[in-house]
Structures are given as C-alpha cells and as structure tokens.
C-alpha cells in the first residue's frame, strides 16, 4: 500500500492539516522525472542546468513544509508543558487540604483528584500523539527523498535535505520527547500517591476497623514484592529474571520499533507506574520542574544505564536452548529469564549482583563492586575476597565463583547494555503482581570482544504477570500497533546464537522478524458513544467509591485513584486523541499546491520592486500577496476641509439639458450592472402611499415650471436669510447691552460688545458667501443682501466707535 494513502491514519487524523503535502510533491517530483514530461536530455560535457533548477525549487519545497511542521510540532510541545505545569499547581494546592474532622474525605475532593488525573492523562495522550506525528512526518521525508534518489539517480539532494533541514539540532526530527515523558509520568504518580496516602490516613483511623487476615504469598511474588520495596534496580532486575514462575505465571515479551517507544510508554502508564518514582506523602509533592525549552538530541543513542556479563558452555547452551518449547518458556512452572549458569547485573550507580544456578532449582548470589566484575569473571587469577569491601561473604563468594572456575567448558560469552526503564503495576497484592520492563537502544558483544558489538535493531518489552494482578495490559498490547509480540524470546539465546552461529542449529524464529518494518497501520479512527448518544469522556482508571451518604469515601478501591465516571473497561485507553472524533476540517481534502513549473535553460537574474505588479510575469504571479490602495481615498481631514470650502464656493451647473434624465453611472468592478440598474430605478421611482398618487408623478404645466422660477429669481435662499438676519439680530441686541451696561462692569460690558460686533459681522460675510454659491439668484435678492451687509458694517462701526469714545 502506498504511503500517501495511509499518512492520514499513519499520523493523528485530527492534525491531518499539518501533514506534509506528500501526494502532491510526490507527483511533482515524477512530473519533472519522467521522459516526455517536461524532461530534457542534457547535453554531453555540459551540466543539466534545467534539472539543477529543479533541484533547487525542490529543496525550497522541502525546507517550507519542514518550516511548517516544524512550528506546529514546538506548538503543541509548548501547550503540553504548560498543562503539566499547571496540573502540578493545582496539585500541590490539593496536598494543603486536609482531612475533615472525622477523617473523611468529601466526594468534592474526590473529584478534583478524578478530575486532575484524567487532565494529566489527556496530558500524556497528547504526547502520545505528538511521538506518532512526529514519527509519521519523519518517514514521509525519508520515502519522497528516496523517491527523487530512485528516479533521478542523484543523492546531492537527499544529502542536502539532511545535512541542511533535518540533521538540524533544532529540527523537529531531532526533538527529544523524554524530559517531556518524565514530567508526565512524575506528576501522575504523585497524583496517585497523594490519593493512597490520604487514603490510607483515613482508613487507619477508622475506629471501627477490622482487622485484616494475612494471606499466605507464593514464594516468588514475595521475592518480587521485597525487590519492589528495596528500591534497588538491581535487586529487582535481578529478581525479575531469576524468580521462577509460579503456576499462574506468565512471560510475555515484545519488539517495540524506535519511534513507538515513547507512545508505548504513555500506553504502559497508563496501567503500571515507574519504579524509580518512590511513594511521596502529602508533605512530600515535588517540586514542578523546572521550564523546559526546546532541545534537541545531542545523539539518537540513548546512554546505557543497564549492565549484563554471562557465562556459560555455548554448545551446551545453545542446544538445550533450541529443545525449549514456547509454552514452556512463557508459561511453564520454574521457568526464569535467565538460563545461563553465570548472571552479573548491575546499574548505573549501584553494586553489581552476580547469580549462579547452583542446582536444577537452586541458585547463588553475591554482590561486588562493578570494577570488580572483570575480575570476577578472570578465570587465570584468583578472586579476594577481601578486594571486594565486604560485599559478600565468603561462603557466597565461593558457591557462585565455583560455577565458573570449577568447569573447564563454562567461559563468559557476552556482555549486554541498553536503557532500561521498570514498572510495576497499579494494582499489585498479595495475590497477585504485575511487573514489566522495557529495554531500549539494545546492544551485545562477545566477551573481550569489542569488535564484535552488535546493536538489537527494536526496543524490548518484557512483562512478567504472576496470580490474580489485572492482566488487562496483555490484553491491550496483544491488540495494540505498537509492539509486535514475539512468544518465545531469549535475549540470551538471541545474543549466544548471534555471536557464536553454529551449524549444526538452526536459526531462531524470530530472526527474520528483526529484518522486517515491524510498525503496523493504526486502526480506523472511530467515534464512540455512550448509551445516550454523547462523547464518551476520558476517565480515570479506577472507580470511585462513595459512602453511604454519598457524601465522603472512607473505604478502599481497585486502583491508584478516584475518578467521577466508571463508564470505561480498563483496557481502554484514556482519553485518547485518536478515538475523539476529529473536526470537520479534517475530512476536507487539501487543496493541491502548485508547484512551479520547470526552470528554463538560461534564467536571468531578477530582483524584486515595490513597483513590480503580479500581473506583469513576474515570479511569483500567482502566489502574490497584492494590498489594493485606493488612489482617490481621502483622509477625514481632507473631508472636513473639502466641506467648508463648499460653503464658499459656486456650484458648478449641469451641463445636461433639463429634459434628458441622467446619465446611469457606470457599474463597478465588483458590482453587477442589473443590480445597479435596478437600484437606480428604484431610486427614481416615486413615493406612493396607498391610493394617493404621488405629486411628483404628474408632469407639471411649463407654465407653472416658470412661474416658479421666476418667483426663486426674487427669494433668498435659506441659509443666506438665516446667516443675514441673525447678523441684524446680533448687531440689535449689542446695542441695547451698550447702552444698558453698568459703569461699574464696563470692562466685561464692552468685551461683550466687540464680540457681538465681530459675530455679527462673520454672520453677515457668511450669508453672502451663501448666495454666492447659489445660481439662478435674481437681482432683488443680491440688493436685499447688499443692504443688509451695509447696514451691518455701518451699525458696527458706529457702535464700535461709541464704545472706544
């Protein structure tokens, strides 16, 4: 199946609008590759200038549609810090609260821990999506640069797209999801632990409490519990892979590929948590980390934390190893991890454990110092005990070495390391334990051999189930595109066969698995609903458990929190963003990008101008951003300027005969010309109330049309009557407060009166600007106005000159 048509489920169907544009470069590319099609054959001893310019146009798509995703991707990074940041906010205000007097907890702080777990849930589901996009972009790079490698033959573009754009530090090929994964998984068990803590509290002061009956444990789930208490990595790897199975037991092991390590591990926290993450009481929360940038992989190695040395017969070990079946490997009683007769393990900081099968059931132990393990394997030179600073007796020290010195066939045969992480489940009892481990960046060399150091091409998850624990995880991940089961599977056997390939043995099964694409197509985004009809709505993974008045919970429950709605089985998965229904624009199909044509022998240089119009050939015609200025815009000040020297001014007169109508004007661009035909006749329809005709409807008599004429010849207009009676009215009223002023206010008296005179006459100059911007005005309205004007100014002047006598 072709990549292009499964990117959409490959990536997050929701996010399918930042997918990188693969169908549409692809067919770019072949357009430009394939003869007859624009392709030009170059011409002997001369450089193909035509498929260098297409080079170069395809590097800028490439580098865009990186630019594109790449900001998207530091986006969503950004809006997940900040929810995680924000959950331990409020969880560190939840850890102040106390419980009420009786030793109750309300059902309102039940909710916030339900509430707040599934908020750092979705939280973890986001990056879980962000790891698959990310994923699923970074192969769409690699498939369409090998699509141009294959059809073109060249690899200068494929090494520059590398070197330039995606070996980049700070691409988003290059983002390290793991500061991010810890802060989730951290603030997610502490949610958890505060929860058991004030639990516990309030279960340990019930007054009336019933003593608990002890429960017998098998001898393996009390190994493996007490490992669990220890703290220690060592002791628990050493346990996980020493313990036989009990009846009930189960041995489950995976091939997990590089780029679903980081949704898995969201998978797996969602039923286990992390060992190294201690148990906090209320007053222990820990601090919010720090703010994380963005930083990139300094090294798509990931450090080793995790140490394995092994010693053994290899044509002893091999064969017995090839005659177990798969059955008994994960299922049968007594059966372990680790089948070789000498096992040393240690951890990044801690004490190495060495392991010796001693007997058929019995085995050995003894704990060194790691800088003594090569010593302790150095069959030529005698081992002290003193050497060792008392890390073991020498009882122990001599019934674990003895395996290794006392047989001449028993040699070391491989050495291990990887990057381990552990969990252990939510629900682990008496009864039951689950326990799982996840080995990333796998390597293996033969002993003294550091040529021969080979890497394990998948990560490894191994999840060992004892009892009644909750075996919903291997329900979930036998069903899950994540992981690849591989029933049977011996890293020892692996590693042995891998480095000593005898002949006379065949091949493991699950050799030609690790020369496979193990990554699966996810399944079908579908919508669930709820018997009502809605969005079913993540919850936590555990119920709530309300007392009698539902009011407060006093007693235990099956899981690590509270949660508000139990609608969910514990195999689904929380909150996930590819069960949601994505939105609507998510089904539209993408608009197809045109890719520029092909380039022409000879290009001359072009440089960009303000002046230059898309239209006019220019590069980039059609993807031009164009900005229209209007150039008779006018500002609002121009406006106010242009309205007051109207006042002044004299209208111009219609050129058009009084019996034509008007000239429509001409539609505009954006305009239809029905529209505007339509609007001007309704514009020049008449008024019509009812049965009434309209006035201006009836053609006037020519000699009523005159008559009024004549009779707007002797009129003054209004404005011009208004202006020059209110300078008349203005001149009057200065009079009279001139003449009826008191002595003892003359100063304001005559102030007053030089402000009436100007007004007055600004009045009367307006009035006359008026008529003067007025056409058809007969010669009696000019002599009333001039007789107004002149009885102004005189009357002002005269007052005017009585004020300064």
């Not at 489950?252 to 591990?265: D, G, I, K, R, T």
């Not at 796998?442 to 990560?459: I, R």
């Not at 009779?711 to 404005?719: A, C, D, K, S, V």
């Not at 004007?789 to 007052?799: C, E, H, N, Q, T």
């Amino acid at each position: 199946m072709k990549y292009g048509q499964t990117l959409r489920q490959r990536s997050i169907p929701a996010w399918s609008a930042y997918n990188i544009d693969y169908d549409d470069i692809k067919n770019f590319i072949k357009e430009r590759t394939t003869p007859g099609k624009g392709k030009t054959v170059a011409v002997p001893g001369r450089s193909d200038e035509q498929a260098q310019a297409f080079e170069n146009d395809l590097y800028l798509i490439f580098e865009e549609q990186h630019l594109r995703i790449d900001l998207f991707v530091k986006s969503k990074a950004r809006e997940i810090q900040h929810r995680l940041e924000d959950a331990r906010k409020r969880l560190r205000h939840l850890a102040k609260r106390k419980p009420t007097a009786d030793q109750r907890i309300p059902i309102s702080r039940l909710e916030r821990y339900g509430k707040l777990e599934n908020d750092v849930l979705k939280a973890g589901e986001e990056i879980k999506s962000l790891s698959r996009f990310v994923g699923a972009q970074r192969t769409a790079f690699r498939k369409l640069l090998k699509k141009y490698k294959k059809w073109t033959g060249s690899t200068h573009l494929e090494e520059r797209v590398r070197r330039e754009v995606l070996d980049d530090p700070k691409s988003f090929t290059q983002y390290d999801l793991g500061p991010m994964l810890d802060d989730y998984s951290s603030t997610l068990h502490d949610i958890r632990a505060l929860y058991e803590t004030r639990l516990q509290q309030a279960t340990t002061n019930k007054s009336n409490a019933q003593p608990v009956a002890s429960i017998a444990r098998s001898a393996s789930i009390a190994k493996l519990q007490t490992s669990i208490a220890s703290g220690s990595r060592t002791d628990f790897d050493t346990t996980f892979a020493t313990a036989p199975l009990e009846s009930r037991g189960t041995l489950a092991s995976y091939f997990v590929h590089p780029e679903n390590v980081v949704e898995l591990q969201v998978l797996l926290l969602q039923h286990v948590r992390f060992l190294s993450r201690s148990a906090s009481t209320p007053t222990e929360i820990s601090s919010p980390p720090t703010p994380r940038t963005l930083r990139s992989r300094d090294s798509p190695e990931q450090p080793s934390n995790h140490f394995l040395t092994a010693a053994d017969n290899p044509d002893h070990f091999i064969q017995e190893q090839s005659a177990v079946t798969v059955d008994e490997r994960e299922h049968g009683a007594g059966s372990a991890l680790q089948q070789t007769k000498l096992c040393a393990r240690w951890n990044v900081g801690e004490d190495a454990t060495a392991v010796a099968r001693t007997g058929p059931s019995k085995l050995s132990t003894y704990r060194l110092k790691q800088k003594h393990v090569g010593a302790f394997f150095d069959k030529s030179a005698p081992f002290l005990p003193r050497r060792e600073s008392a890390q073991g007796t020498a009882t122990e020290l001599s019934d674990v070495r003895d395996v290794l010195t006392s047989n001449e066939d028993v040699a070391p045969l491989f050495s291990m390391s990887s990057n381990r992480s552990r969990f252990v489940g939510l629900s682990n009892s008496d009864n039951g334990i689950l326990l799982a481990s996840l080995d990333n960046a796998v390597s293996f060399e033969a002993a003294n051999k550091p040529e021969s150091k080979t890497g394990f091409p998948f990560a490894l998850l191994q999840v060992r189930h004892e009892g009644t624990a909750d075996s919903s995880l291997l329900t979930t991940l036998d069903g899950s595109h994540l992981v690849e089961r591989v029933r049977g599977f011996s890293m020892e056997y692996h590693a042995v066969w891998h480095l000593f390939k005898p002949s006379t043995v065949a091949a493991p099964f699950w050799v030609t698995t690790l020369t496979k694409d193990i990554r699966k197509l996810p399944p079908a985004t579908l919508k669930r609903t709820t018997s009502r009809g809605t969005p079913d709505a993540a919850v936590s993974p555990v119920a709530m458990t309300t007392g009698s008045n539902g009011s407060s919970v006093l007693g235990t429950t099956d899981g690590a929190t509270t949660a508000v709605e139990t609608s969910r089985h514990p195999s689904m998965g929380y909150g996930d963003s590819e069960s949601t229904a994505p939105p609507l624009r998510a089904f539209r199909k993408k608009r197809r990008r045109e890719y520029p044509e092909a380039a022409p022998a000879q290009q001359q240089a072009r440089y960009w101008s303000e002046y230059d119009h898309p239209e006019d050939g220019s590069d980039a015609g059609g993807d031009a951003y164009v900005i229209y200025i209007d150039p008779n815009e006018k500002s609002s000040f121009e406006l106010f300027f242009e309205k007051l020297g109207r006042l002044f001014s004299r209208k111009p007169r219609d050129p058009e005969p009084e019996g034509l109508p008007p000239t429509p004007p001409t539609p505009r661009d954006d305009e239809s010309s029905s529209e505007d035909e339509e609007s001007q006749l309704t514009a020049r329809r008449p008024k019509s109330y009812g049965a009434i005709p309209s006035l201006s409807a009836t053609p006037r008599p020519r000699s009523l049309a005159h008559s009024q004429r004549e009779l707007q010849h002797l009129q003054l207009p209004q404005f011009a009557a208004v202006s020059l009676v209110a300078s008349l009215v203005i001149l009057v009223v200065a009079y009279l407060l001139a003449a009826t002023g008191r002595h003892k206010l003359a100063t304001t008296v005559d102030a007053g009166v030089v402000f009436a005179i100007v007004s007055s006459l600004i009045f009367a100059v307006v009035g006359l600007a008026a008529l003067w911007r007025e056409r058809g005005v007969g010669a009696v309205a000019w002599g009333v106005a001039g007789v107004t004007l002149l009885v102004d100014a005189v009357g002002s002047g005269g007052l005017l000159a009585w004020i300064l006598a």
